[in-house]
């Protein structure tokens, strides 16, 4: 299992009564609070999609799905109350029964889970081959947790090398991130947008929701950086190509530039051969309805030009309108324009091959 920074976990249950649901409300503040990125249906009011294609959406986007087993949930998902109830749990069962039967019964992503060891009786049959969680207690909970993280405690260690005389010293670990995990998680990244003709540069905006954490990340970057990027310390990339399962779009990737990083290491006594560098990215997926045409004016006018403005935007929810921070904006010439197919296991974006299946081929238009 590869490891994880905060993955997305969707979480699928039946409202048998109220303190279950308040015992599901509880379970998923605890994983946000530890940094999973739990979705619930009690966190949303009224999806703009509508429930099904939340439903159906928040299925493809998580890392994992847990699927609590409970007497209501079997019975929902096994066509055993009358109809009209329970529609919400049967079409999420159907949605999982699905996913495991395109994926040949090959199973990762959804996990069964109880409240009550007399609950395993309740777990979907498609599931009970799989291992399951009980959290009524809190080592059950700690080997779920480990498991989102895709850290397994009691892994075998490879067969190591014999001892030399003297023995190697251990690399040294260098963590660099332009990524405040913290002010990003409370500003909430909502995708890219574009700004063309009325500013001398086109501008790459990247929209949050809290206007507070999104300044806070740009005058951070502004602190270190200055208003120029001139060593190309942030990396952003914008990756295109299908996914299997993900609506059309492109992936936008931030973070940092390698390269300068481990500069920076050297430069603080870190030798290359013997140092291991930790990088931090955000990740996003858009997904433009306007059939790529403001992305590709974008494109046209970055290669004229050869540089951009990066920088912050306020989106509305509510309206869908987005407002920019210009006085916030970053100077920038490197902006990675690649194809997922070109994407390799090894690669600064390999990230986005663990997130997804298998992507579709590249053909050339």
Request: aromatic share 12%.
């Amino acid at each position: 299992m590869a490891q994880q920074e905060n993955p997305i976990v969707f979480i699928s249950y039946s409202q048998d009564s109220l303190s279950f649901a308040d015992q599901v409300f509880s379970f998923a503040n605890k994983l946000r609070r530890e940094g999973i990125d739990a979705i619930l249906d009690q966190y949303e009011e009224a999806p703009s999609e509508g429930w099904p294609r939340w439903m159906e959406n928040s299925i493809n986007r998580a890392d994992y799905v847990i699927v609590i087993g409970s007497k209501g949930y079997y019975n929902k998902i096994y066509g055993n109350v009358e109809l009209g109830k329970g529609r919400g749990v049967k079409w999420e069962g159907n949605l999982i029964y699905q996913k495991l039967y395109m994926s040949d019964t090959m199973n990762d992503k959804y996990i069964p889970v109880v409240f009550d060891e007399r609950d395993l009786e309740y777990i979907p049959t498609p599931l009970q081959g799989s291992t399951y969680y009980n959290i009524s207690n809190e080592d059950g909970y700690d080997r779920l947790y480990w498991r989102l993280r895709g850290i397994n405690t009691k892994e075998k260690p490879p067969l190591g090398k014999l001892r030399p005389l003297p023995e190697k010293e251990r690399k040294n670990l260098f963590i660099t991130s332009m990524i405040d995990i913290e002010a990003w998680n409370k500003a909430v990244w909502r995708g890219a947008g574009f700004v063309l003709g009325y500013m001398p540069l086109p501008a790459l905006l990247l929209p949050f929701v809290n206007e507070k954490y999104a300044i806070k990340i740009f005058e951070d970057w502004i602190k270190i950086i200055g208003r120029d990027d001139k060593k190309e310390d942030i990396r952003i990339a914008l990756v295109e190509g299908d996914v299997p399962g993900e609506a059309s779009g492109y992936y936008v990737v931030v973070g940092n530039n390698i390269d300068e990083a481990m500069k920076r290491a050297e430069k603080g006594g870190f030798s290359a051969d013997e140092t291991m560098i930790l990088n931090v990215s955000r990740i996003i997926r858009a997904n433009p309805r306007d059939n790529f045409q403001s992305f590709n004016y974008f494109k046209e006018a970055y290669y004229q030009y050869g540089e951009y403005m990066l920088m912050p935007a306020v989106l509305n929810e509510k309206t869908g309108e987005i407002k920019p921070l210009p006085h916030y904006g970053i100077h920038k010439k490197q902006l990675v324009y690649r194809h997922i197919s070109d994407i390799t296991e090894n690669d600064q974006d390999a990230i986005l091959l663990q997130k997804n299946k298998p992507f579709s081929p590249y053909k050339p238009k």
